[in-house]
T-cell receptor, first 110, second 112 residues
Framework: GENVEQHPSTLSVQEGDSAVIKCTYSDSASNYFPWYKQELGKGPQLIIDIRSNVGEKKDQRIAVTLNKTAKHFSLHITETQPEDSAVYFC?????????WGAGTKLIIKP | NAGVTQTPKFRVLKTGQSMTLLCAQDMNHEYMYWYRQDPGMGLRLIHYSVGEGTTAKGEVPDGYNVSRLKKQNFLLGLESAAPSQTSVYFC???????????FGSGTRLTVV
C-alpha cells in the first residue's frame, strides 16, 4: 500500500528565513497531495494542495512542488513569521483515502 | 459558522467504561472520517463513511464502532475503554473529491 515519509520531524528556522519540508510517497497512482497546518490545540487545516498534473503551486508565501518521477513533494515557506510555528502534515491520496505523513514541527526563532 | 463540531472536548474514562464521541457537520458533506492522533505517529484513520448509512474500517478500527444514521452526524463509540485508547480524536468531513478535509477541534480522551 501507499506509504508517506515526511522529513524532518522538527525544523527550527530564524524568523524571516525560508523553511522546506519534504515528503516522499511510494504509490505512483497517487494523484493528489495536500498540506495541512495544525496549531496547538486545534485540528489540522488545509493550507495548500497540488494535483499530479501540476509541478508547482504558489499561494503568497507558501508553495508546493511535486516531482512525480522521484515521487516526492515539498512545502516551501518563505519569509517565515512567528505565526508559521505549527505542526505541518503532508498527505497523498490513494484510492480515495488520504495517507498521512508523521508531521513536522516547525519552530520559528525570533 | 459552517464547520465540524466535536463533542465533548475533553473526557476522562476509567478502564472498561464506554462512551460516544459526536461529530456534526453543517456543510452537507458526503464523506466523514474519524482519526486518532498520538505523539510522533501523525493521524491514523479509525473508521470512515462515504454517505448516510454507510461505514467502513480504516487503519486502526479495533475497539471502536461507528454509526452514520444522519448525513450530518458521525458517531464514534468505545464499548470498553482501554488505556491504549488514550489519544486525541479528530473528526473530519470532505466535500467534492478530491477536496480538502475540514477537521473538528478534537476530543482529548484519557483512559485511566
Amino acid at each position: 500500500g501507499e506509504n508517506v515519509e515526511q522529513h524532518p520531524s522538527t525544523l527550527s528556522v530564524q524568523e524571516g528565513d525560508s523553511a522546506v519540508i519534504k515528503c516522499t510517497y511510494s504509490d505512483s497512482a497517487s494523484n493528489y497531495f495536500p498540506w495541512y497546518k495544525q496549531e496547538l490545540g486545534k485540528g489540522p487545516q488545509l493550507i495548500i494542495d497540488i494535483r499530479s498534473n501540476v509541478g508547482e503551486k504558489k499561494d503568497q508565501r507558501i508553495a508546493v512542488t511535486l516531482n512525480k518521477t522521484a515521487k516526492h513533494f515539498s512545502l516551501h515557506i518563505t519569509e517565515t513569521q512567528p505565526e508559521d510555528s505549527a505542526v505541518y502534515f503532508c498527505a497523498a491520496l490513494r484510492y480515495y483515502q488520504l495517507i498521512w505523513g508523521a508531521g513536522t514541527k516547525l519552530i520559528i526563532k525570533p | 459558522n459552517a464547520g465540524v463540531t466535536q463533542t465533548p472536548k475533553f473526557r476522562v474514562l476509567k478502564t472498561g467504561q464506554s462512551m460516544t464521541l459526536l461529530c456534526a457537520q453543517d456543510m452537507n458533506h458526503e464523506y466523514m472520517y474519524w482519526y486518532r492522533q498520538d505523539p510522533g505517529m501523525g493521524l491514523r484513520l479509525i473508521h470512515y463513511s462515504v454517505g448516510e448509512g454507510t461505514t467502513a474500517k480504516g487503519e486502526v478500527p479495533d475497539g471502536y464502532n461507528v454509526s452514520r444514521l444522519k448525513k450530518q452526524n458521525f458517531l464514534l463509540g468505545l464499548e470498553s475503554a482501554a488505556p491504549s485508547q488514550t489519544s486525541v480524536y479528530f473528526c473530519a468531513s470532505e466535500g467534492d473529491r478530491p477536496y480538502g478535509y475540514t477537521f473538528g477541534s478534537g476530543t482529548r480522551l484519557t483512559v485511566v
